[in-house]
């Protein structure tokens, strides 16, 4: 074996990227033939202190608590336990040992299950548009249960949104060096979807690249080479197990807040949180302290996701007060953004198979950016049950107009907020489904598809733009990648602190007043390392101004 793999080693640097998984492949081939086996990357192997047990949380004061363990909340947490005690709570269980959420062969499982309770790790919830969705609720987040793909912000939406692209930069290689992967080979279906893109005339060609570039590209993934996905969770990995508890299968039930009269001052102290499996009346605190010797002190950040996030605000009296009132909310601070501008991309999916098969779960390694930046593709095979699958092409929007809002359906914070996102409702929304939908009309038709499945695609879409617009409206779903509701500039400022409280901030896809464009876990993974950063860099700044002031 070590003689296959010393010429494996001579021979890998002057063979071109697109011949290299073939070569791996034959040498796996060889090897399992042989009898040898290849041991996975051990997942869990944990050196940071994860419990559920409330009672080690409760009554005790850290210099931040993060509500939210998912693709934002973790590398915040990783990064602020570098020099700070972190509080990261979770309201699901762990990732790690769940074959649904770590084996790649039960990618999309989590989507179809029919368990929607706290053990599960996707929370079903149907928008008032009528289209269904999840949200995940494990340790990991989203992270944990999507497709994998990983793709950058472009600079445009850097520059755009006014973050240091240097840091940015930074960021994103931290990010890319612990849970990031090129894919180890092309599976069929992708190397078909590659082809078909290509054939259609989504042009140029990108080979492997994480830029959000025009064209067809292979992308990175959190799926290793062993078919193991690496959540956000494993990048905890990376801070201070000293300074670092994650709580888990825990829901904060709302903030604490300190109102200073003489100053007239709001500021976030703590939360309260419940067991997720437990009463609504049980409720236990933990709060932030106040460092002794200094006049800057830590935040409850809230990292709840799209729903979460504006939820948690209006369950601990932020927001409209009409609807506050309606639901005998105690009016903190009078916000009526919060929960407004929420955005989902509006999604095409074609089926081009006949019928269901039992092919394995694929999850997207291609992207096809189109129509100036304004229409992405992606390929992938989903299961239906545990032995039936379907193999489809589905594009978005990139840059919806159309927003909706969000409003409290009832005061558990375990339960589904209501939420409206307004599909197609903007005519050039409309138009630019029209536009996908043709196009994944062309793509389904190609030859390489025809190819891959022994037959020709021949269902036909109809060609009116009347037709076209009906076909839209009744089959628009979404791609996971919902957004706003706590929007930079209306809820927070673009240091991300909610306006009129101290001590209060919201770090995830709430904040988003637009998608990256491309599958937003990327940009998300490296905005908790990036304002963890920055929070750091501020509190580093805020000590040396007070080590300044006594000395003077």
């Given at each position: 074996m ?9 021979e ?5 990227h697109?011949h ?7 040498l796996?081939?060889i090897?399992?033939?042989?009898g040898?086996?290849f041991?996975?990357?051990p ?5 940071w202190?994860?419990?559920s047990d409330v009672?080690?949380v ?9 509500i939210?363990?998912g693709?934002?909340?973790c590398?915040?947490?990783?990064t602020?336990?570098?020099?700070f005690s ?9 990732p790690?040992?769940?074959p ?5 062969r039960?990618?999309?499982f989590?989507?179809?299950?029919k368990?929607n309770?706290?053990?599960?790790v996707?929370?079903?919830f ?19 249960i ?7 912000a472009?600079d445009?939406y850097?520059e755009?949104?006014?973050?240091d ?13 612990k849970?990031v992967?090129p ?18 005339g ?10 959000h570039v025009?064209?067809?590209?292979i992308s990175g993934?959190?799926?290793d080479?062993?078919g193991?996905?690496?959540t956000s969770?494993?990048l905890?990995e990376?801070?201070n197990?000293k ?9 904060v ?6 109102h200073?009269g ?6 976030a102290?703590?939360i309260?949180?419940i067991?997720?499996?437990?009463s609504?009346?049980?409720t ?20 709840a ?12 009296g ?6 506050l ?9 009078e916000?009526k953004e ?7 991309n509006p999604?095409i ?7 269901p098969e039992n092919?394995?779960p ?7 950016i189109?129509?100036d ?10 299961p ?6 379907r193999?489809?092409i589905a ?10 809002y969000l ?20 005519e ?9 939908t043709k196009?994944?009309?062309k ?5 390489s598809i ?7 695609q021949?269902?036909?879409?109809a060609s009116?733009e009347?037709?076209l617009?009906k ?5 628009v ?9 706590c929007n930079?500039?209306?809820?927070v ?12 901030k ?21 905005l908790g390392r ?7 860099q501020?509190r ?10 006594d000395?003077?």
């Open positions: 070590h003689y296959l793999i010393a010429i494996l080693d001579m890998l640097p002057q063979i071109k697109v290299k998984p073939l070569t791996i492949l034959v796996f081939f090897l399992a033939n042989f040898f086996s041991p996975s990357e997942q869990g192997n944990r050196q202190h994860m419990t009672k080690e409760a009554g005790k004061s850290y210099d931040y608590i993060i939210g363990g693709t934002c909340g590398p915040l947490a990783a602020l336990s570098e020099k972190v509080l990261l709570i979770e309201r699901g269980g762990s790690y040992g769940n649904l959420v770590i084996d790649r039960y990618y999309g989590p989507l179809i299950q368990e309770n706290h053990n599960s996707a929370q079903r149907t928008s008032q548009d009528g289209v269904s969705n999840v949200r995940g609720r494990v340790l990991g987040g989203s992270s944990a999507n497709g994998g793909f990983y793709s950058r472009s445009e850097v755009k949104v006014g973050w692209e240097k840091l940015v930069k930074e960021a994103y290689e931290w990010v890319e060096s849970v992967f894919p180890f080979f092309l599976t069929p279906w992708q190397s078909v979807a590659e082809f078909s893109l290509l054939e259609t989504i042009l140029p060609y990108n080979g492997y690249n994480l830029e025009k064209g067809t590209k993934s959190v799926f080479g062993f193991k996905r690496h969770a494993d905890l990376a801070g197990p300074n670092l508890i994650v709580l888990v299968n825990a829901t039930k709302s903030i604490i807040f300190h200073n003489e100053k007239n001052e709001t500021s102290k703590g309260k949180f067991k997720s499996n437990g609504l009346d049980e236990y605190e933990a709060y932030i302290k106040k460092p002794n010797n200094s006049t800057s002190r830590g935040d409850v950040i809230l990292s996701g799209a729903l979460g996030s504006p939820q948690l605000l209006l369950l601990s932020i927001g409209p007060k009409e609807q009132k309606n639901f005998n909310i105690p009016l903190v601070h916000m919060v929960g407004q501008g929420m955005q989902d999604c999916a074609i089926l081009v198979d006949s019928k092919r394995l694929d999850p997207p390694q291609i992207a096809g189109t129509e930046f304004k229409i992405i593709i992606e390929a992938s095979i989903l239906l049950s545990i032995n039936e699958s193999v489809n594009a978005k929007i990139a840059m919806p107009f159309s927003k909706g409003e409290l359906n009832n005061t558990d914070p375990r339960l589904n907020p209501s939420v409206k996102f307004n599909y197609l409702e903007n050039n929304d409309m138009e630019q489904c029209v536009k996908m196009l994944l009309n793509i389904a038709r190609s030859k025809a190819f891959f499945l022994g037959e020709s021949q269902n036909k879409l009116t009347f037709d617009k076909f839209c409206k009744k089959n779903r979404t791609i996971y990648h919902y957004h706003g509701g930079v500039g209306s809820v400022d673009k240091h991300y602190k909610v306006h009129g409280i101290k001590g209060l919201v770090l995830d896809g709430s904040t988003f007043s637009e998608s990256p464009g491309t599958n937003p876990m990327a940009t998300l993974l490296m990036y304002q963890g950063l920055k929070i750091l501020e580093e700044t805020d000590s040396g101004l007070n080590v300044k002031k000395n003077t």
